[in-house]
């Protein structure tokens, strides 16, 4: 029986703004506030499908290949940090409505073809640090960069020797963009 895969849908950082987050992440925040999630990890997931099977996967590919959503910019321009589960997490004051609109059409569908989805609402972040639990003291201004959104993929967790990485399968562009690849 074929095992299952841990995927999500996702929108990736391009590599120079993955550079430029984590440089100003190793500037701002001691060595000891949490594990810094690796560069080439760093996305805004959109909707998470869990540990699903090749089938599941399957269908929803099939359903996101579907998908006509236009193509956004927004600001990253909030910074939180969530005790529980230990997250410090860069975000967005102003989710552009196509963005809102993407991740709510992906987790339904996901939720249609049984991937339990939370019940609390969509809150567009990336992770910066992870198991970050003590109090921090967050830098007094956050980067106005800005993230543009041309596609959107699907990806999959994979832990091998003591890391876990993000690969992404298949990449669908937004409307107005050209098509990209992972």
Request: charged letters at 15%; aromatic letters at 8%.
């Amino acid at each position: 029986m074929p095992e299952a895969r841990r995927l999500f849908f996702a929108l990736a950082l391009p590599k120079p703004l993955q550079q430029q987050v984590i440089t100003w992440r190793a500037e701002s925040f001691a060595a000891d506030a949490g594990r810094p999630v690796a560069a080439a990890n760093l996305h805004m997931t959109l909707a998470f499908l869990g540990e699903i099977s090749e089938q599941k996967a399957s269908v929803l590919t099939d359903i996101a290949s579907r998908i006509q959503s236009p193509a956004f910019s927004m600001q990253l321009d909030d910074l939180g940090h969530w005790p529980r589960p230990g997250v410090v997490w860069l975000g967005t004051r102003r989710a552009p409505t196509a963005l809102l609109q993407l991740a709510s059409l992906l987790r339904s569908h996901a939720a249609r073809n049984g991937c339990h989805q939370s019940t609390l609402p969509f809150h567009p972040h990336i992770s910066l640090l992870r198991g970050a639990t003590q109090p921090l003291a967050l830098p007094a201004s956050t980067p106005q960069w800005t993230l543009t959104a041309a596609d959107f993929g699907l990806y999959e967790s994979r832990f091998h020797q003591g890391r876990t990485r993000y690969q992404c399968l298949h990449s669908w562009p937004l409307v107005s963009s050209a098509p990209s690849s992972c």
